[in-house]
């Protein structure tokens, strides 16, 4: 059985644990060696736990055999994406500015899982802060897709990925802040989930963006999505936007019948406003098939266009993401890798005034989903806009330059969004769906993804790793002409932040400012004076 354990679900360890077919220590061991002979091809973990894990293993093999089962993660293991606080254990946030911070206590959705009786093997590889990459000036390189390890995992959850795909662990956590879970999750061809804001706690989870932060599960198959949701979802008084609502059985909800569920396809995301593969166009065309085989009703609907919620998301969150890392900005910008200095130096150039007017307008688009929220159970689009690329392809640039996303819409919107396989590219990669639910409708969501996974093949095909690439070379980018009005606005803007920046530095946000100062001018328009932002502050009672 060793031999084949790493590629096992949790739901079917859970069954052999809970049998006593299997030893957690067994499987712990097994997978700790699996970890240690694969992972220098794929960088997906930053540090490995192997004595703490073998520690909790034995405890939890004692615990069941003397007839206390905690529940289908007992003696299951897990990793963890370095941005989630562990008490004694190293979290880096994969950047050099906190490479020796050791926290003093455990995130509150860790504390969970070790509630649950599952096994931590370690912290895992992301971009660095959960925002910005693939870099290779990092303390630690990027982690490596296990289908081809020359091509991209998706950021920012992309050891957590890496790890699951290539059977180094069965489970994971992850964040999405504008779709960091589903990103990796298609890319590397598994299941992730970016719950409802305030479902998951975000306490212990290094901050991107408090308006647009997610904590969520990352798994292999919907049904470990529905597990491991189960354990860490919840309120939580430690985290100020916890929502205090019921929790449901959400492996319950897996009945496999969805007659009746409305279905709404969002092809003006896939089709019009995103560029995306011919090959996941047709995925998505014979995804929509399945549904209707299964007995739902799919026809098209629209939601606001990509491009405004990308411009919403962006200026509120980059400028957060700033305000967070001001004062190592303030004191040692070179600290901090070039990708992830191109995404947040530029946010100087947004104002209080954009900030907050980027605010009101998705207020008005949390609006205009109501009715879309009444039609409709599920709305549908693709995950990423298809297979992975190669390591070295991307452009920091690329970050600040219209076109928007299939995935920030639903981080703007809030509500549950699941990222799975729906089939392969012709070069062996996977393509990925994409199911959105209304808020706290996680239930539905994973009960449809459930659904069409049972009524395909795919996960029945696993990554063979080949041997370790070598990392590909990254040309410098271009130079960029700007305006003299712009390049004073830009170094007037810097000055004001009183950032010590060199002049390579001045120039990634001179090449961004173009682009950002016409974002935050297409979130300006004439608004009644009563229109409020959508962080307005209350009271709950």
């Known amino acids: 059985m060793t031999n084949e354990l790493h590629f096992r679900t949790i739901a079917e360890l859970a069954a052999l644990i809970a049998a006593r077919k299997l030893s957690p220590v067994e499987l712990t061991q097994a997978l700790l060696a699996r970890i240690e002979s694969l992972n220098p091809r794929l960088n997906a973990y930053l540090m490995i736990t192997a004595d703490k894990a073998i520690e909790q293993a034995r405890q939890a093999e004692s615990e069941i055999a003397s007839g ?43 504390e969970k899982l070790y509630a649950a009786g599952a096994i931590l093997t370690g912290k895992l590889a992301t971009h660095e802060f959960a925002h910005g990459g693939p870099s ?29 795909a290539a059977g180094l662990i069965p489970a994971a956590l992850g964040s999405d802040t504008g779709g960091s879970i589903r990103g990796p999750a298609a890319l590397c061809g598994i299941t992730g989930l970016k719950p ?25 198959s919907v049904e470990d999505c529905a597990i491991l949701l189960q354990a860490i979802a919840g309120h939580d008084p430690k985290d100020p936007a916890s929502a205090s609502v019921p929790v449901p059985d959400y492996r319950a909800a897996l009945t496999g019948d969805i007659r009746g569920l409305r279905i709404g396809v969002l092809r003006h995301l ?42 919403i998301k962006i200026t509120i969150a980059e400028s957060e993401l700033f305000a967070v890392h001001e004062h190592v900005l303030r004191t040692r910008p070179g600290d901090f890798g070039a990708d992830f200095l191109g995404r947040v130096l530029p946010a100087v150039l947004i104002g209080g005034n954009d900030y907050v007017q980027a605010q009101r307008e998705r207020r008005r688009v949390l609006a205009e989903m109501a009715p879309v929220y009444a039609k409709y159970d599920i709305l549908l689009t693709a995950s990423a806009p298809g297979p992975a690329p190669r390591l070295g392809t991307w452009r920091t640039l690329n970050f600040w330059q219209p076109g928007g996303s299939l995935t920030t819409p639903f981080n703007v919107t809030g509500g549950p969004a699941l990222s799975q396989c729906m089939g392969f590219g012709a070069n062996g990669l996977p393509l990925s769906l994409q199911l959105v639910g209304r808020p706290f409708d996680e239930a539905i969501v994973l009960r449809a993804g459930h659904a069409y996974e049972k009524a395909t093949r795919w996960r029945a095909r696993r990554p063979v790793l080949d041997a370790a690439a070598t990392a590909p070379i990254i040309a410098p980018p271009a130079p960029v002409d700007i305006d003299g009005r712009t390049r004073d606005v830009v170094l007037n803007a810097i000055r004001r932040a009183e950032l010590p920046l060199d002049e390579a530095q001045t120039e990634m946000v001179m090449a961004a400012a173009p682009f950002v100062l016409a974002m935050t001018a297409r979130l300006r328009r004439k608004r009644d004076y009563i229109e409020e932002p959508a962080n307005t502050f209350s009271l709950v009672h």
């Not at 254990?89 to 911070?101: E, Q």
């Not at 990092?138 to 998706?154: D, E, K, Q, S, V």
């Open 68 to 110: 206390t089962y905690r529940g289908p993660l007992h003696g299951v293991p897990f990793g963890l994406k370095d941005i989630y606080a562990t008490a004694g254990i190293r979290t880096t946030g994969h950047s050099k500015v906190c490479i020796d911070t050791v926290p003093n206590a455990d995130a509150t959705t860790v």
């Open 136 to 164: 290779f000036d990092l303390p630690w390189p990027p982690a490596r897709n296990p289908w081809n390890t020359a091509h991209f995992t998706g950021g920012s959850s992309s050891g957590s990925a890496a790890a699951i």
């Open 196 to 220: 409802t804001y305030g479902l998951v706690s975000r306490w212990g989870v290094h901050a991107n963006s408090f308006t647009f932060d997610h904590a969520g599960p990352m798994t292999w």
């Open 270 to 311: 896939h089709e019009d406003e995103c560029a995306v593969s011919v090959e996941t166009l047709a995925a998505i065309e014979e995804t929509c098939a399945v549904f209707r085989s299964l007995g739902a009703l799919v026809e098209d609907a629209r939601i606001a266009p990509a491009q405004l919620h990308y411009d």
